[in-house]
């Protein structure tokens, strides 16, 4: 079985500041994958970042890390100079890489960041 | 374009109803996913049909039932509706089975009265 544990409710941080939000993980595949997706206010999931579990380094896009540490089972995102728009429910995501109904998204329960002008 | 595009966006109805949602994805993608979420914004996934054949049926009750009638379309038939089954439905698909972006439609928010 997958767990994922987001561990912040909420989160405020101040325009053009960087943000880090909290993703730990449980897992018994070998070979698995971690995600995160944005909610805003208007309600539709938009994915943002995906790390393979043997992928060697840190997950970029834009903006956008993903701060991997494979020991410590956890899969923080970073925003860095954040912008107002990066308001809304922040989720993570994972999944096996093995196949089949292995691959269903497990998510946690979400973090609601404001930025702050 | 709409990629992945939901029918109704808000559904409102009585207990005891059944209902459907539809969804359709013009991506010529060939995996699709429903989840639900629910009042307190918790995810999880109900069913996911890859080329038609239903892949993952996670534990929903019988009264949920999917129907693909081709690649590009998922719909979900809910019989007997409980006040319980109120939540925010997506359609989400997926270029193949283990593709690691998902592209989400915008969501069918069912109230049950």
């Known amino acids: 079985a997958q767990k994922i544990t987001q561990t912040q409710p909420g989160m405020f941080v101040q325009e053009k500041e960087a943000v880090t939000l909290d993703c730990t993980y449980d897992?018994?595949?070998?070979?698995?994958?971690l995600f995160w997706y944005k909610q805003p206010s208007s309600g539709e999931m938009i994915f943002l970042i995906y790390q393979g579990s043997y992928d060697q380094q840190n997950a970029t896009e834009g903006r956008y890390s993903l701060n991997f540490q494979k020991a410590r089972k956890s899969a923080n995102l970073v925003i860095s100079a954040s912008q107002l728009g990066d308001s809304a429910m922040y989720f993570c995501?994972?999944?096996?890489?093995?196949?089949?109904?292995?691959?269903?998204?497990?998510f946690g329960k979400g973090t609601l960041l404001t930025v702050n002008p | 374009d709409t990629a992945v595009s939901q029918t109704p966006k808000y559904l409102v109805t009585q207990m005891g109803n059944d209902k459907s949602i539809k969804c359709e994805q013009n991506?010529?993608?060939?995996?699709m996913y429903w989840y639900k979420q629910d009042s307190k914004k918790f995810l999880k996934i109900m069913f996911s049909y890859n080329n038609k054949e239903l892949i993952i049926n996670e534990t929903v009750p019988n009264r949920f039932s999917p129907k693909s009638p081709d690649k590009a379309h998922l719909n979900l038939h809910i019989n007997s509706l409980e006040l319980g089954d109120s939540a925010v439905y997506f359609c989400?698909?997926?270029?193949?089975?283990?593709?690691?972006?998902?592209?989400f439609g915008p969501g069918t928010r069912l109230t049950v009265t």
């Open positions: 995501a994972m999944r096996g890489n093995s196949g089949g109904s292995n691959y269903k998204l497990t």
């Open positions: 991506l010529g993608h060939d995996t």
């Open positions: 989400a698909s997926s270029k193949v089975q283990g593709s690691y972006e998902q592209y």
């Open positions: 897992t018994s595949d070998p070979s698995y994958g």
